[in-house]
């Protein structure tokens, strides 16, 4: 099977998943997260997640060690679940400011029947840039 790698060019516009991986982002329940510990080792978890308008969401609570990597050290990789069909992003995190963007608290809500808008302060939303794509 051969791999297919979207980049974005300095300065253009993001990397889109291939059609089939976006079926999958939409349906799949779990993501695999890699940050990077301040020591520089891996730490990989696995989260809930949506992919809305080119970024992926996360929703975790504040007091992670995910949270602190990314505050660190905000490359991550991050991957769905089937190793037969591989999907992978690579990209930057950061924190989104509350209040959070309507169309992934529905996204959320459709996909998990979470609504993380009535979370409260301990709970924080993720948001991951993917700059390339690796699917095969």
């Known amino acids: 099977m051969a791999k297919a790698r979207r980049e974005a060019s300095p300065g253009g516009p993001r990397p889109a ?15 695999w997260l890699a ?10 978890v ?8 080119g970024e992926l969401y996360v929703c975790t609570e504040r007091r992670t060690v995910k949270v602190r990597n990314i505050e660190a050290h905000p490359n991550v990789a991050a991957a769905l679940e089937g190793g ?3 999907v992978i992003a690579f990209g930057r995190a ?6 959070w963007p309507a169309e992934a608290v529905q996204a959320f809500r459709r996909k998990y029947d979470w609504d993380i ?6 709970v924080c939303l ?4 993917p700059s390339r794509w690796l699917e095969w």
């Open 17 to 31: 998943p291939s059609a089939a991986a976006r079926r999958r982002l939409s349906k799949e329940g779990n993501l």
């Open 35 to 44: 940050t990077v510990r301040p020591n520089g080792g891996a730490h990989l």
């Open 46 to 53: 696995p989260v809930w997640f949506t992919y809305v308008a």
């Open 84 to 86: 037969d069909r591989p």
């Open 94 to 99: 950061r924190l989104v400011a509350r209040p």
């Open 117 to 122: 808008g009535q979370e409260g302060a301990s």
């Open 126 to 129: 993720l948001a991951i840039g």
